[in-house]
């Protein structure tokens, strides 16, 4: 299979109308699956990128009944963060020829490889932004069902304002289910795919959220987790090993970030966020948590457009000897992780060791080829395996013979000392690379692995990392008064959890209300990696009850509450039954309430507005009168011989009661 075919070949829509509507303009990209055109739907008059699929599907009725399937359930999505299907279908203008193709959005602009190439690794609060975009077209794409099963960088596209869309969705379930493939064969990119697309195929939602996991790996660090000799033994440390935390590589990062890399590139599928949208849900909280917000996406510049198809091949299906053929052709390709290929799943499940070389792509059937021709193309390929073996024996040989074996292998460290395991490398022409990293068990300045694994044989001067232990993490100091957020940032950032416990929180007199006032366990505790560390919040200072003045009169009250440490104010005037006229009936806050003393606590008084009953014994009806209303009170006379010239001799209320302001008194006159 060439790359690349030739641009004056028959099957070259080049200068085409497909289906009388879509003229075929300029390449975009080629791919092992498909070419991917600039184009314009006449009808509409706009440009468009048209994705045409390489010949040998057109052929197949099995594929072009899922493709159709898929592009229709692309199409109905709907979100500014995945590229848009407009169209689909099967061109049949040319005789005895079909192309099926697919219509897009045309993203002018370049892929998240594009950008990754050109600036390495990514400020922490862009990589996050660019994965918000991603994790956000999947929470749309896994509400409707659909999973995208390739998401990695060539398939993130960004747009001349910085947008960022995610292209390519259901083109590889369209070929792993098209009978295309064997049900041993891996369908997938290797450095993003899943444990469980390795073991067993199967597919769902957070698959998806583990190859997010790793792109978001890749963007802090500028690599992906896992590298090896050969395509399949990347497969299986997906299976085998743990996405190590980015921090190892990148040492400023967050433990926050850490955290949310290892959860979304958990090994086990139960253990990851369910689906996009709980994902998003995470990274959003971790961003939150480190006061981080959304930034805007520097636009890579390819030097071409990029229409639902990355810069680079983004689906290639290489049997072992294709890559030759395509060099020897003329064509280029594009190192790297970024090649969709179908891997031969072996039976067994040990990985494969770096000679195992032969069996490692699976070759793709090509059902439209003749036996007799299959044959021949066999024989042909046999013959160049012989001749390729034979010159690298002889070139082994003669290598050998002119500068030695050239080959060590790396020794067993674990366990060591850093001076004895840098002695132990040197004495094998091999350099040590340092990483240090916390661990609960193996002491510090001991190494805890080597990558690659001891014994594994590589060449002389080659570079050997090694995992040297920190030891177990110890709590950081933390500057009393500090805020919250600040001081969870500076747990996570020394390996530990930071907990809030609101039953810990304690009142203090200096440290205002919801400050830091300390740690538990305290400063320079050793505590197991990713320990909890309970942070003590301040309450302010301790409250105090406020006095009881009910009864008091006013003046005798205000001294009080300010003896105690309040700012007494009058807060208005009711009636209460045996309080007298201004005497307090109750404060604001009540009596005993307890009162935060920061700034100026201020208490309310509430005092009485009643009437004090004169005394009207010994006075005439007349003198009772003028008193009474003096008072804003009424008086019912009750005269004993009927006459009003004599004087009171009782009176009820008596003199002195507290009595609401137009209250009626009787008086007796005799």
Same mark, same amino acid.
């Given at each position: 299979?060439?790359?690349?075919?030739?641009?004056?070949?028959?099957?070259?829509?080049?200068?085409?109308?497909?289906?009388?509507?879509?003229?075929?303009?300029?390449?975009?990209?080629?791919?092992?699956?498909?070419?991917?055109?600039?184009?314009?739907?006449? !009808?509409?008059?706009?440009?468009?990128?048209?994705?045409?699929?390489?010949?040998?599907?057109?052929?197949?009725?099995?594929?072009?009944?899922?493709?159709?399937?898929?592009?229709?359930?692309?199409?109905?999505?709907?979100?500014?963060?995945?590229?848009?299907?407009?169209?689909?279908?099967?061109?049949?203008?040319?005789?005895?020829?079909?192309?099926?193709?697919?219509?897009?959005?045309?993203?002018?602009?370049?892929?998240?490889?594009?950008?990754?190439?050109?600036?390495?690794?990514?400020?922490?609060?862009?990589?996050?932004?660019?994965?918000?975009?991603?994790?956000?077209?999947?929470?749309?794409?896994?509400?409707?069902?659909?999973?995208?099963?390739?998401?990695?960088?060539?398939?993130?596209?960004?747009?001349?304002?910085?947008?960022?869309?995610?292209?390519?969705?259901?083109?590889?379930?369209?070929?792993?289910?098209?009978?295309?493939?064997?049900?041993?064969?891996?369908?997938?990119?290797?450095?993003?795919?899943?444990?469980?697309?390795?073991?067993?195929?199967?597919?769902?939602?957070?698959? =998806?959220?583990?190859?997010?996991?790793?792109?978001?790996?890749?963007?802090?660090?500028?690599?992906?987790?896992?590298?090896? =000799?050969?395509?399949?033994?990347?497969?299986?440390?997906?299976?085998?090993?743990?996405?190590?935390?980015?921090?190892?590589?990148?040492?400023?990062?967050?433990?926050?970030?850490?955290?949310?890399?290892?959860?979304?590139?958990?090994?086990?599928?139960?253990? !990851?966020?369910?689906?996009?949208?709980?994902?998003?849900?995470?990274?959003?909280?971790?961003?939150?948590?480190?006061?981080?917000?959304?930034?805007?996406?520097?636009?890579?510049?390819?030097?071409?457009?990029?229409?639902?198809?990355?810069?680079?091949?983004?689906?290639?299906?290489?049997?072992?000897?294709?890559?030759?053929?395509?060099?020897?052709?003329?064509?280029?390709?594009?190192?790297?992780?970024?090649?969709?290929?179908?891997?031969?799943?072996?039976?067994?499940?040990?990985?494969?060791?770096?000679?195992?070389?032969?069996?490692?792509?699976?070759?793709?059937?090509?059902?439209?080829?003749?036996?007799?021709?299959?044959? !021949?193309?066999?024989?042909?390929?046999?013959?160049?395996?012989?001749?390729?073996?034979?010159?690298?024996?002889?070139?082994?040989?003669?290598?050998?013979?002119?500068?030695?074996?050239?080959?060590?292998?790396?020794?067993?460290?674990?366990?060591?000392?850093?001076?004895?395991?840098?002695?132990?490398?040197?004495?094998?022409?091999?350099?040590?690379?340092?990483?240090?990293?916390?661990?609960?068990?193996?002491?510090?300045?001991?190494?805890?692995?080597?990558?690659?694994?001891?014994?594994?044989?590589?060449?002389?001067?080659?570079?050997?990392?090694?995992?040297?232990?920190?030891? !177990?993490?110890?709590?950081?100091?933390?500057?009393?008064?500090?805020?919250?957020?600040?001081?969870?940032?500076?747990?996570?950032?020394?390996?530990?959890?930071?907990?809030?416990?609101?039953?810990?929180?304690?009142?203090?007199?200096?440290?205002?209300?919801?400050?830091?006032?300390?740690?538990?366990?305290?400063?320079?505790?050793?505590?197991?990696?990713?320990?909890?560390?309970?942070?003590?919040?301040?309450?302010?200072?301790?409250?105090?009850?406020?006095?009881?003045?009910?009864?008091?009169?006013?003046?005798?009250?205000?001294?009080?509450?300010?003896?105690?440490?309040?700012?007494?104010?009058?807060?208005?005037?009711?009636?209460?039954? =045996?309080?007298?006229?201004?005497?307090?009936?109750?404060?604001?806050?009540?009596?005993?309430?307890?009162?935060?003393?920061?700034?100026?606590?201020?208490?309310?008084?509430?005092?009485?507005?009643?009437?004090?009953?004169?005394?009207?014994?010994?006075?005439?009806?007349?003198?009772?009168?003028?008193?009474?209303?003096?008072?804003?009170?009424?008086?019912?006379?009750?005269?004993?011989?009927?006459?009003?010239?004599?004087?009171?001799?009782?009176?009820?209320?008596?003199?002195?009661?507290?009595?609401?302001?137009?209250?009626?008194?009787?008086?007796?006159?005799?």
């Amino acid at each position: 299979m060439n790359s690349t075919p030739p641009e004056n070949g028959t099957n070259d829509p080049l200068g085409h109308l497909l289906e009388r509507r879509y003229r075929v303009d300029t390449v975009l990209a080629r791919g092992g699956m498909s070419t991917v055109y600039r184009g314009l739907d006449t !009808r509409l008059d706009r440009p468009v990128a048209l994705k045409v699929m390489d010949s040998r599907y057109a052929g197949d009725q099995s594929f072009t009944e899922r493709f159709d399937r898929e592009a229709r359930a692309a199409a109905r999505l709907h979100h500014p963060n995945i590229v848009s299907v407009y169209d689909q279908g099967v061109d049949r203008e040319t005789p005895g020829e079909s192309r099926l193709y697919l219509v897009m959005r045309l993203v002018e602009g370049g892929t998240l490889r594009d950008l990754l190439r050109a600036r390495g690794p990514l400020p922490l609060p862009v990589a996050l932004t660019v994965l918000e975009a991603v994790l956000a077209a999947l929470s749309a794409a896994h509400r409707a069902g659909m999973v995208h099963r390739d998401i990695k960088p060539e398939n993130v596209l960004i747009g001349r304002d910085g947008s960022v869309q995610v292209a390519d969705f259901g083109l590889v379930r369209a070929a792993a289910e098209a009978g295309s493939t064997s049900g041993d064969v891996i369908l997938g990119t290797v450095a993003y795919l899943a444990p469980e697309q390795v073991t067993s195929g199967a597919a769902d939602a957070r698959s =998806d959220v583990y190859a997010a996991g790793v792109v978001l790996y890749e963007l802090l660090t500028g690599r992906p987790p896992y590298t090896g =000799d050969t395509a399949l033994s990347v497969a299986y440390r997906h299976v085998n090993e743990d996405v190590r935390p980015p921090s190892e590589l990148v040492a400023d990062l967050p433990a926050a970030v850490d955290e949310l890399v290892l959860r979304l590139t958990r090994r086990d599928p139960a253990g !990851r966020p369910t689906d996009g949208a709980a994902a998003l849900r995470e990274l959003r909280d971790a961003r939150d948590g480190l006061g981080l917000t959304a930034v805007p996406v520097p636009v890579p510049h390819p030097g071409d457009a990029a229409g639902g198809e990355p810069s680079a091949p983004p689906t290639e299906r290489i049997s072992p000897l294709e890559s030759t053929a395509s060099a020897r052709n003329g064509a280029t390709s594009t190192p790297g992780p970024q090649g969709t290929r179908a891997l031969r799943r072996p039976a067994d499940s040990p990985a494969p060791s770096s000679s195992e070389t032969t069996n490692e792509i699976a070759p793709v059937p090509d059902e439209d080829h003749s036996p007799t021709r299959g044959s !021949r193309r066999g024989g042909r390929t046999l013959a160049v395996v012989g001749v390729v073996l034979l010159l690298g024996a002889l070139i082994a040989g003669g290598s050998w013979l002119l500068g030695g074996n050239s080959y060590v292998r790396v020794p067993e460290l674990s366990g060591k000392s850093l001076t004895e395991a840098e002695e132990a490398l040197h004495a094998r022409e091999l350099e040590p690379d340092v990483s240090r990293a916390f661990h609960n068990t193996v002491p510090e300045d001991t190494v805890i692995s080597t990558a690659p694994q001891e014994g594994t044989r590589m060449r002389s001067g080659g570079q050997v990392e090694l995992r040297v232990s920190r030891g !177990r993490p110890t709590v950081p100091e933390i500057e009393r008064g500090s805020r919250v957020s600040e001081a969870q940032s500076e747990l996570r950032n020394a390996k530990l959890s930071p907990k809030l416990d609101s039953s810990v929180n304690r009142y203090h007199e200096s440290v205002p209300k919801g400050r830091v006032i300390g740690v538990e366990p305290a400063p320079g505790t050793e505590v197991r990696t990713s320990g909890s560390v309970t942070i003590i919040v301040s309450r302010g200072p301790r409250p105090e009850p406020v006095p009881d003045v009910g009864g008091m009169g006013r003046e005798q009250a205000f001294t009080a509450l300010e003896k105690a440490g309040f700012e007494p104010y009058e807060a208005g005037r009711e009636f209460a039954r =045996d309080v007298a006229k201004d005497h307090v009936v109750r404060t604001s806050p009540s009596a005993g309430t307890e009162v935060p003393m920061s700034g100026e606590p201020r208490v309310g008084v509430v005092l009485s507005n009643a009437v004090s009953v004169p005394n009207f014994t010994g006075k005439t009806v007349e003198q009772a009168r003028q008193q009474a209303s003096r008072a804003g009170l009424t008086l019912r006379v009750n005269s004993v011989f009927g006459r009003d010239n004599g004087r009171v001799v009782r009176q009820d209320p008596g003199p002195g009661s507290a009595v609401k302001r137009g209250t009626q008194v009787r008086i007796t006159v005799f």
